[in-house]
């Protein structure tokens, strides 16, 4: 994902993808950074704001710790939450197989050179 995007996640997300460390500085336990591609941008800042929406009502914690593209699909992996936040995880990470993982458009998972990926006809590679 763009660095860009990252940033803008981090931003809105603080309370679920980092923490204030003991000096004040912003940090984050997600492992790798987001490891997937821009187009699955939207499921990802639809399911932040979820989760985080869900942790402030409740008080309950949860922090990612890996969000990645794994056998075509999101995987969005998680410490603390609830039953809600699963579910709702489970709901985005099947979206996601329908879903391009470049641009966003409907897409269908594939079997490229024995690699599975999510991508609409116009990103699969020949």
């Known amino acids: 994902m763009s660095p860009e995007i990252e940033a803008e ?3 809105k997300y603080p309370k679920i993808l980092g923490y204030i460390n003991e000096e004040g500085k912003y940090k984050t336990r997600l ?3 987001f490891q997937c591609g821009d187009g ?4 990802i800042d639809t399911l932040c704001a979820s989760i985080q929406a869900r942790v402030e009502a409740s008080g309950i914690e949860a ?3 890996q969000i990645k593209e794994k056998f075509g699909g999101l995987r969005f992996y998680i410490q603390g939450g609830d039953d809600q936040i699963s579910g709702m995880i489970d709901l985005v990470e099947d979206l996601s197989e329908k879903i391009c993982e470049v641009c ?3 897409g269908k998972k594939k079997n490229v050179q024995g690699w599975l990926i999510t991508r609409c006809d116009a990103h699969t590679p020949t």
Do not use: A
């Open 9 to 11: 996640l981090h931003t």
């Open 63 to 65: 922090q990612t710790t």
């Open 104 to 106: 966003g458009n409907p």
């Open 40 to 43: 699955w941008h939207q499921l």
């Open 31 to 33: 492992w790798g950074g």
